[in-house]
């Protein structure tokens, strides 16, 4: 596609909930990132993917996160049993290169926990 | 990644008035980019900044990577209210990117 393309790109969801939250990159997009941006901060770390393999994932807050990309294309981010705590945007970005990468990124996935 | 300190956090200004945020890092970087997020939006890439005394323009705003590859500069000539949002200055290692909390610009009709 175009760009890169997340969905849902709103999300309530009620404590102790799973969600699982899409991202669907630019073809030949090598790398992908997932960011969690709370309100007023900006975007932070969460996991890091070169193709299918997932080589850092040293930002997810805690082992309630995880996150897939199978195939080297879209990926997948879950949280199990949601916390008001998780309440952010969660932004996935793409980049051609293994290395230093210009970043393209999506619109974002809004979740509000109640 | 690498991640550096920007300065300020805030700043308002008068339409028409010249805007400069500041990026500093403690270790030499390999490279720096900066982003701009609308509000509401996503961040959107500007530039990256590879070379020692780099400096890049673009119409209004003015890149800068210092001697030293320790710190970064982006200058606004005469703001208008379409400059407004946060810019984002990360810097990265290998691959990672920390962002940080940006500069958050507003500007005044």
């Given at each position: 596609g175009a760009g890169v393309s997340q969905s849902p790109r709103y999300k309530v969801a009620k404590r102790g909930q799973d969600v699982a939250l899409r991202c669907d990159p630019i073809s030949g997009h090598v790398s992908l990132f997932w960011y969690q941006q709370a309100l007023g901060?900006?975007?932070?770390?969460?996991?890091?993917?070169?193709n299918e393999a997932q080589l850092d994932k040293s930002g997810l807050p805690s082992d309630r996160f995880f996150a897939e990309r199978p195939e080297g294309s879209v990926s997948t981010l879950k949280i199990q049993r949601t916390q008001q705590e998780d309440s952010a945007v969660y932004l996935c970005a793409g980049g051609h290169g293994s290395g230093a990468n210009v970043l393209t990124f999506g619109a974002g996935s809004r979740l509000t926990v109640l | 990644g690498q991640q550096v300190m920007q300065i300020p956090q805030y700043q308002h200004v008068q339409e028409g008035e010249d805007f400069t945020t500041?990026?500093?890092?403690?270790?030499?970087?390999?490279?720096i980019q900066w982003y701009k997020q609308r509000?509401?939006?996503?961040?959107?890439?500007?530039?990256?900044?590879?070379?020692?005394?780099?400096?890049?323009?673009?119409?209004?705003?003015?890149?800068?990577?210092?001697?030293?590859?320790?710190?970064?500069?982006?200058?606004?000539?005469?703001?208008?209210?379409?400059?407004?949002?946060?810019?984002?200055?990360?810097?990265?290692?290998?691959?990672?990117?920390?962002?940080?909390?940006?500069?958050?610009?507003?500007?005044?009709?």
């Open positions: 901060q900006g975007p932070e770390f969460l996991t890091y993917f070169q | 500041y990026c500093n890092s403690s270790t030499t970087l390999s490279n509000p509401g939006g996503h961040p959107v890439f500007l530039i990256q900044l590879v070379k020692s005394g780099e400096v890049k323009k673009q119409k209004r705003l003015t890149f800068q990577f210092g001697e030293a590859k320790k710190n970064s500069s982006l200058h606004i000539t005469a703001t208008q209210t379409t400059d407004v949002g946060t810019y984002f200055c990360p810097a990265s290692g290998t691959y990672k990117y920390i962002f940080g909390t940006g500069t958050r610009l507003k500007v005044l009709a």
